[in-house]
């Protein structure tokens, strides 16, 4: 059946795992432009508080750096719950497209300077927080949206893993919605693991100059699908309406020729009676 629940959960679970490969691939090469994470906050937050504790373990930034990371992280979010709240299912694609147009300025930018040093540059390295906030928007769309999971986040999804199996021990047999469960969280997972290592095979290969040239449209592509995962539903219950309708069109009009070959029959039994009688 076209609204079956199951190609709905395959949908979900394609996208999860696709924002998945490209948080992992955008980290790695975050992590070699900047000393930075862009997807993965937990981990500028351990950053912020060791050189708040000790400045001198990072050289490159303070903690200043990390705390502006932090809350254009929270900003990207904080957006998206605007937007969403404005234009309902629309949301994560209106948010993210300034972000993603400011990202392609800045990758546009690096091309031109062509240096591989421009990543040392102390005003060059901030240009990493005015990439946190898209992902700040994927990951509020991903939690928060039809999908309901994390795909810049492993720890959750191993936690799930973990939980369901643990059931399986005592054999406790899962539900489907179970089964669904830990079918997405091993494909974020694996998601993850594969988009960081295609980055760290990127960054060994290619110039990091170009490597996330392509993030901020594949973004907004996974974003903008992601917000049409809303409305398939009513478009499918439009078209099983008219499927309905046509049906009953095509019922009542059999039901119309059946009584007219009974009105025709009727009638020529009639005419051949009085022929009868004639």
């Given at each position: 059946m076209v609204s079956s629940e199951a190609w709905r959960f395959q949908k979900h679970a394609w996208i999860a795992t696709l924002f998945a490969i490209i948080s992992g691939y955008a980290d790695v090469v975050s992590l070699a432009r900047y000393q930075a994470f862009a997807s993965i906050l937990t981990g500028n937050v351990i950053w912020l508080a060791r050189v708040t504790v000790h400045p001198a373990s990072n050289d490159k930034h303070s903690g200043w750096f990390y705390a502006a990371l932090c809350g254009s992280f929270a900003l990207g979010a904080f957006l998206h719950r605007i937007c969403e709240l404005y234009w309902p299912n629309r949301g994560g694609s209106l948010a993210v497209l300034p972000f993603?147009?400011?990202m392609l300025m800045m990758e546009t930018v690096y091309?031109?300077?062509?240096?591989d040093r421009v990543f040392d540059e102390p005003y060059l390295r901030w240009s990493v927080v005015l990439v946190s906030p898209?992902?700040?928007v994927i990951s509020a769309a991903c939690s928060t949206g039809r999908m309901g999971t994390h795909t810049t986040m492993v720890t959750g999804h191993v936690l799930t893993i973990s939980g369901l199996l643990g059931n399986l021990v005592f054999l406790r047999q899962l539900r489907e919605p179970e089964i669904q469960k830990l079918i997405m969280s091993t494909m974020v997972i694996a998601g993850t693991i594969g988009g960081a290592c295609l980055g760290g095979w990127m960054v060994m290969t290619v110039s990091l100059h170009v490597l996330?040239?392509?993030?901020?449209i594949i973004t907004y592509v996974l974003l903008w699908l992601h917000d049409h995962l809303c409305r398939p539903?009513?478009?499918i219950k439009k078209v099983q309406k008219r499927m309905r309708e046509n049906a009953r069109d095509l019922e009542s009009m059999s039901v119309?020729?059946?009584s007219d070959s009974l009105e025709d029959d009727e009638i020529s039994s009639v005419e051949e009676d009085s022929e009868v009688q004639c």
């Amino acid at each position: 059946m076209v609204s079956s629940e199951a190609w709905r959960f395959q949908k979900h679970a394609w996208i999860a795992t696709l924002f998945a490969i490209i948080s992992g691939y955008a980290d790695v090469v975050s992590l070699a432009r900047y000393q930075a994470f862009a997807s993965i906050l937990t981990g500028n937050v351990i950053w912020l508080a060791r050189v708040t504790v000790h400045p001198a373990s990072n050289d490159k930034h303070s903690g200043w750096f990390y705390a502006a990371l932090c809350g254009s992280f929270a900003l990207g979010a904080f957006l998206h719950r605007i937007c969403e709240l404005y234009w309902p299912n629309r949301g994560g694609s209106l948010a993210v497209l300034p972000f993603a147009m400011l990202m392609l300025m800045m990758e546009t930018v690096y091309l031109i300077v062509d240096s591989d040093r421009v990543f040392d540059e102390p005003y060059l390295r901030w240009s990493v927080v005015l990439v946190s906030p898209m992902f700040g928007v994927i990951s509020a769309a991903c939690s928060t949206g039809r999908m309901g999971t994390h795909t810049t986040m492993v720890t959750g999804h191993v936690l799930t893993i973990s939980g369901l199996l643990g059931n399986l021990v005592f054999l406790r047999q899962l539900r489907e919605p179970e089964i669904q469960k830990l079918i997405m969280s091993t494909m974020v997972i694996a998601g993850t693991i594969g988009g960081a290592c295609l980055g760290g095979w990127m960054v060994m290969t290619v110039s990091l100059h170009v490597l996330l040239f392509p993030v901020p449209i594949i973004t907004y592509v996974l974003l903008w699908l992601h917000d049409h995962l809303c409305r398939p539903r009513s478009l499918i219950k439009k078209v099983q309406k008219r499927m309905r309708e046509n049906a009953r069109d095509l019922e009542s009009m059999s039901v119309e020729s059946v009584s007219d070959s009974l009105e025709d029959d009727e009638i020529s039994s009639v005419e051949e009676d009085s022929e009868v009688q004639c």
